[in-house]
């Protein structure tokens, strides 16, 4: 089974879990709706904050490839005039 089908079944695994845990839910619908939606807003912002985290990250590995790119462009300049004379 690939990954795609096994995410899949996850998913679908969670959305019968999370219909049973609503029937048998002792709390109201209103209180229920209010949890979930405190939840949402959560995984939102913990989201978001991934999203950040992983853009910065990604934007200084970028610039640590362009400094070791330059470095290394400097360095087989001078490689090659030492070759030429």
């Known amino acids: 089974m690939?990954?795609?089908?096994k995410f899949a079944w996850f998913v679908?695994?969670?959305?019968?879990g999370a219909g049973i845990v609503?029937?048998?839910a002792p709390k109201s619908g209103r209180d229920t709706?209010?949890?979930?939606g405190k939840k949402a807003r959560q995984s939102a912002?913990?989201?978001?904050?991934m999203s950040r985290?992983?853009?910065?990250?990604?934007r200084d590995l970028y610039e640590?490839?362009?400094k070791v790119a330059d470095e290394a462009a400097d360095l087989l300049e001078r490689g090659r005039k030492l070759v030429e004379g």
């Open 45 to 49: 912002e913990a989201v978001s904050d």
């Open 33 to 36: 709706r209010r949890y979930l």
């Open 2 to 5: 690939d990954n795609t089908a």
């Open 64 to 66: 640590m490839g362009r």
């Open 53 to 58: 985290d992983i853009a910065e990250k990604g």
């Open 12 to 16: 679908a695994g969670a959305a019968v």
């Open 22 to 24: 609503f029937l048998y």
